[in-house]
C-alpha cells in the first residue's frame, strides 16, 4: 500500500526553465510533507518543508505547494540549474512529535544546459 | 558539524550468511533510525530509536533482523541469515527531538547473492 505516490519517475528540464514535481498521497492523517534531494552513492539530504495548516513554503530557488483538498502537494525549481540533477523523494509524516516518515518512490530529474 | 557516519560503504555476502552494518549518528542528536531503500523505491523505515530505547520498530522482519544503540550513541543494525530480498541500500540517519529535516548517511549498500 504506497501511501505516498511520485507517479513520475523522471523528467527532464532546460536549464533556466521551471521544474515542477508532484507528488500524491492517500492517507489523511498526514500533516507534514517534506522534499528531499539525493546524489547518486550519497543519502538523501532535507531539502524543504511545509505543514498542513499552510499552502505554500518558500525558500529561495524553491518553493512547496500543498493542496489539502486534492492530497497533493508538488515542488517547484525555478530557474533550475545543472546542480539541480538528482532524485528527488516526497515524504510525509502522520504526527507531529512523531518523526517517522513515509517516503514516495523518487523522480529523477535532469536539468539540460 | 561532522555528518552521520556509516560503514561498511558496500558488502557483498552470500545468502544464509550474516552482516552488520555501523552507524555514528551527528553528536547530541538523541533520535537514530534505520531505513532500506531497495531498488527503485523510496526509503521505508526499519528501526527508530531515541536516546537509547526502541520508540518504532514495526516494519523491521525481528526473525532476521537486529538492532541496538547502546548508550544512546552509536547503532548497529544486524542480518541473520540474509536473503536474497535484502539487497538494497541501509540508511541511517539522526535528528535533535522533534526535527524532521533530520540528517542521512550515505548508507551501505548490500548484495546478497
Known amino acids: 500500500d504506497q501511501q505516498v505516490k511520485q507517479n513520475s519517475p523522471s523528467l527532464s528540464v532546460q536549464e533556466g526553465r521551471i521544474s515542477i514535481l508532484n507528488c500524491d498521497y492517500t492517507?489523511?492523517?498526514?500533516?507534514?510533507f517534506l522534499w528531499y534531494k539525493k546524489y547518486p552513492a550519497e543519502g538523501p539530504t532535507f531539502l524543504i518543508s511545509i505543514s498542513s495548516i499552510k499552502d505554500k513554503n518558500e525558500d529561495g530557488r524553491f518553493t512547496v505547494f500543498l493542496n489539502k483538498s486534492a492530497k497533493h502537494l508538488s515542488l517547484h525549481i525555478v530557474p533550475s540549474q545543472p546542480g539541480d540533477s538528482a532524485v528527488y523523494f516526497c515524504a510525509a509524516s502522520v504526527q507531529r512529535g512523531n518523526e517517522k516518515l513515509t517516503f514516495g518512490t523518487g523522480t529523477r530529474l535532469t536539468i539540460i544546459p | 558539524e561532522a555528518g552521520v557516519a556509516q560503514s561498511p560503504r558496500y558488502k557483498i555476502i552470500e545468502k544464509r550468511q550474516s552482516v552488520a552494518f555501523w552507524c555514528n549518528p551527528i553528536s547530541g542528536h538523541a533520535t537514530l533510525y534505520w531505513y532500506q531503500q531497495i531498488l527503485g523505491q523510496g526509503p521505508k523505515l526499519l528501526i527508530q530509536f531515541q536516546n537509547n530505547g526502541v520508540v518504532d520498530d514495526s516494519q523491521l522482519p525481528k526473525d532476521r533482523f537486529s538492532a541496538e544503540r547502546l548508550k544512546g550513541v552509536d547503532s548497529t543494525l544486524k542480518i541473520q541469515p540474509a536473503k536474497l530480498e535484502d539487497s538494497a541500500v541501509y540508511l541511517c540517519?539522526?535528528?535533535?527531538?522533534?526535527?524532521?529535516?533530520?540528517?542521512f548517511g550515505s548508507g551501505t549498500r548490500l548484495t546478497v547473492v
Open positions: 540517519a539522526s535528528s535533535s527531538i522533534g526535527n524532521y529535516g533530520y540528517t
Open positions: 492517507n489523511s492523517m498526514f500533516d507534514y
